[in-house]
């Protein structure tokens, strides 16, 4: 029996790391010059709180959650996404207490029983931020506006920002009867799903990925026509602050999200560099999420990205991330150099200087090979003459140059080499 991880999960190899430690910190970075605090919740929770938050006619519920019960009965899922969640804990923890507003943001896997293809995982990650607390236009578009400073900050381009609006819980019956009006003469010709919705949920229609039923969907009427006074002069007004901020964008009326719980602003940053899973972030505003859960009234806006699809971006753009931390190999000959060795690079590494040693005793001219293989910057050959006359040669690897040094100065000699005082 040979082992390999699970369909649409990955093993996260060392090469990729660079990318991951990037991506992390300029999220860390950003949030924190945002003023949002991080907030990690569990990895499973009780399967009624997503069925709830996300809606029981979107795919995710219906088809993508990993759900079990446990030994204690108890009916559980594995996040699909971070929303519900934080919700959750914002209601357990009484945060509208606490702040008037409360700015977070996490980090994490989450877990979708999705057709795995490239940039679509069954494990992926997600970070992202969530506002809750203010219903003003001006946090939609401060929202919108950190998703693409943060992609600027790590350094991906070819992106570019679409948006919507879904209405609220005033219009939207007004949207779905125009859209029942619109669909219904069509039905036959949609899959099983949208038949289904057609009378639930009308607007998940939009949300079907099949291209036979996107076909029908050209020659929609305009949503944002139906929608109240009060959510298109929200709308305007976020169109107006991005688009003040100088944040190129597009009107895509059939943006309506995968999940249910969006009302107003719907938004997503899609890259070029993707292909069919272009879109690298999606969010969008959720004002009845928190009370529809249970707890206050309270607006909020938020959005999540995936790392797997930003380091895909950032490893078609950008060879920079290949680049390593200078490396020195010690190449010690015979049992005793080992001995000495063992506690030069003790010495080395406590003095911040990042080191590799090969114990199997191998010949000079193998432990050079193992030395390149490495890229190393140096090496430090220590062999029975060298002991004798208490030195150690520094052999510069692509220079092909070495010297011999008094064995007490490597330290100061590598420092020195490195530019560090
Ligand atoms: P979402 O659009 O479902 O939104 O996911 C956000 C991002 O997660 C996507 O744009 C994509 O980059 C990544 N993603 C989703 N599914 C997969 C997958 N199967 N494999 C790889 N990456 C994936 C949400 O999850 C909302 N909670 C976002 C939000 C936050 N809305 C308001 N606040």
Known sequence: MKYTVSRGTKDILPEEMAYWHHIESASRSLFDLYNYQEIRTPIFEMTDLFERGIGTS???????MYTFTDKGDRRLTLRPEGTAPIARAYIQHSMHKKE???????????????RPQAGRFRQFHQIGVECLGNAHPFSDAEVISLGVHLFDDMGLSGLSVSINSVGCVVCRPVIEERLKQFIGANLQGLCEDCKRRFNSKPLRILDCKNPQCRAYFSGMPDIQKSQCHECRDHFN???EYIDSLGIPFNINPQLVRGLEYYSRTTFE????????????????????????????SVPAVGFAFGIERAVMVLQQMSDIFKRKDPLIFVAPLGFEQQTKCFFLVDELRRAGIKCEIDYSKGELKAQLKQANKLQAEYALIYGETEAEKNTIVVKHMTKGQQVE???DSVVNYLKEAHGQP
Not at 58 to 64: A, F, L, M, Y
Not at 100 to 114: A, I
Request: with cysteine; proline share 4%.
């Open 100 to 114: 008037t507003v409360s700015k977070l943001y996490y980090c994490g896997p989450m877990f979708r029983y999705e």
């Open 58 to 64: 979107t795919d995710i519920v219906e088809k993508e």
């Open 269 to 296: 940053i899609l890259s070029e560099h993707l292909g069919a899973q272009n879109a690298i972030c999606g969010g969008g505003r959720y004002d009845g999420l928190v009370s529809q859960m249970g707890g206050p």
């Open 405 to 407: 040094i008094a064995w």
């Open 237 to 239: 007004s976020v169109v």
